[in-house]
């Protein structure tokens, strides 16, 4: 295996598995990977700086407030300059510290700093992993886009058994290179994905849009780029993070969607997630349209252009596989299978938006429409529903 031309920044936290990471760093280098180290002081207290910059031939970074180091390199710029941070060990005070986003020491500050994704790798004591306080903060990171390796199960230092024992450093090696997109069924793809709501202004203060989160855009985004792609996220105003590991265009109007969509082609693969709104205010008040005690405004509208059919048009810049979705409140397989035919594209993810909670909710029921017919989902997690499309693309363009 290759990767290089790949940078990890290695973080090693506090416990008796922090040798392990000596074996991942030649494991890395092995295969050509630069590796920039960050020890903790728990870390400090089970490897020394010495060993790991023996087997990394870089320096070792410890001390947040070194100002040599900020001369050299400042460490929001040391978070930046890496593909992808890994913690191993992660200790369960340091996932304590990143759930709660405290940065009191370079480990931490560089994790609260970094663009990019993170993979952590917990080792620790069976009844710390399965204390309530380690597993609420593991799902939060998860939540927030964060990988992780769990534990194996076995016989511990401590002389307990059970999960908690420190993955083997193969089996970290290939969560890495996977993350890094090398080996990923989707390597070297490039996927384009529309997610959230536009906002259509109707004067310097108000606006048209819908109840749309971006949650399904963004999870299936984030859900590409663990299979490898390289993923351009152009996302319409929406309050949740935007997931680590894509390149994300920040949009308002679809007039800038579609400039932004225009701009990331070509792609492998194109995935129109967004509810982009159907129509714009056709001459956009310069200042606050006030009350004047007689009847309310007129508001003129004109149609957005339609970007899913933009995209599923035939020529060179088609990807060869365009994914749509279509928000029904009835009707679902007629309306979105008619969708399908007019627009153009290959496939259609047809749901339910009639039902409460679903636009804005956190799980979504669908049905796949494609030339075959159509195949029912059952009500998933939208990450789930993301994993699950994203598996079936990989089969379609790897
Ligand atoms: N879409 C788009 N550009 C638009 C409108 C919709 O790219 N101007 C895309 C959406 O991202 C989605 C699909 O088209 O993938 C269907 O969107 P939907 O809102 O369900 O359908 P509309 O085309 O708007 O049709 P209608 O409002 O009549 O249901």
């Not at 920039?36 to 970074?61: D, E, H, R």
């Not at 606006?207 to 996302?235: D, E």
């Not at 029912?376 to 990450?383: E, L, Q, R, T």
Request: charged letters at 20%.
């Amino acid at each position: 295996m290759s990767l290089a031309g790949k940078r990890v920044l290695l973080i090693i936290s506090g416990g008796i598995a922090a040798y392990k990471a000596l074996e991942l760093i030649r494991l890395l280098t092995k295969a050509d990977c630069g590796v920039t180290c960050v020890l903790t002081k728990a870390g400090a207290q089970f490897v020394t700086p010495l060993s790991l910059q023996a087997l990394s031939g870089a320096k070792i970074y410890t001390d947040l407030f070194s100002l040599t180091d900020e001369s050299e390199m400042g460490h929001i710029e040391l978070s930046r300059a890496a593909d992808l941070v890994v913690v191993v060990p992660a200790s369960a005070d340091i996932l304590a510290k990143m759930a709660a986003g405290l940065a009191d020491d370079l480990a931490t500050t560089l994790l609260l700093a970094t663009d990019k994704q993170v993979l952590v790798v917990p080792a620790m004591n069976v009844r710390m992993w399965e204390h309530a306080a380690t597993q609420a903060n593991l799902a939060t990171l998860t939540k927030r886009g964060v990988a992780i390796v769990p534990p194996d199960e076995g016989p511990m230092a401590c002389g307990e058994f059970g999960p908690g024992r420190l993955a083997e450093p193969p089996v970290i090696l290939a969560a890495i290179a996977r993350m890094l997109g090398a080996g990923g069924p989707l390597a070297a793809k490039h996927a384009l994905v529309t997610s959230g709501p536009t906002h259509e202004p109707i004067d310097p203060v108000r606006y048209l849009g819908n109840r749309s989160s971006g949650k399904q855009g963004h999870a299936i985004a984030a859900a590409l780029a663990a299979l490898g792609a390289k993923v351009t996220l152009v996302s319409g105003p929406v309050s949740i993070p935007d997931p680590l590991g894509v390149s994300v265009v920040h949009v308002e109007t679809a007039l800038e969607m579609l400039a932004a969509v225009q701009e990331a082609l070509p792609a492998d693969v194109a995935v129109c997630a967004a509810a982009v709104a159907d129509w714009r205010v056709e001459t956009l008040a310069a200042h606050k349209i006030k009350k004047t005690g007689s009847a309310p405004p007129a508001l003129t509208l004109t149609e957005n252009p339609d970007i899913l059919r933009i995209i599923s048009m035939p020529g060179p810049r088609r990807p060869k596989l365009v994914v749509g979705f279509a928000a029904e409140t009835e009707n679902l397989y007629i309306h979105a299978a008619a969708k399908r035919q007019r627009k153009g594209c290959d496939w259609i993810i047809a749901n339910n938006v009639g039902g409460t909670g679903i636009m804005g909710g956190d799980s979504n029921e669908v049905t796949l429409i494609n030339h075959a017919g159509e195949e029912i989902w059952p009500i998933m997690d939208k990450h789930e529903v993301a994993q699950k499309l994203a598996a079936l693309i990989a089969q379609e363009v790897a």
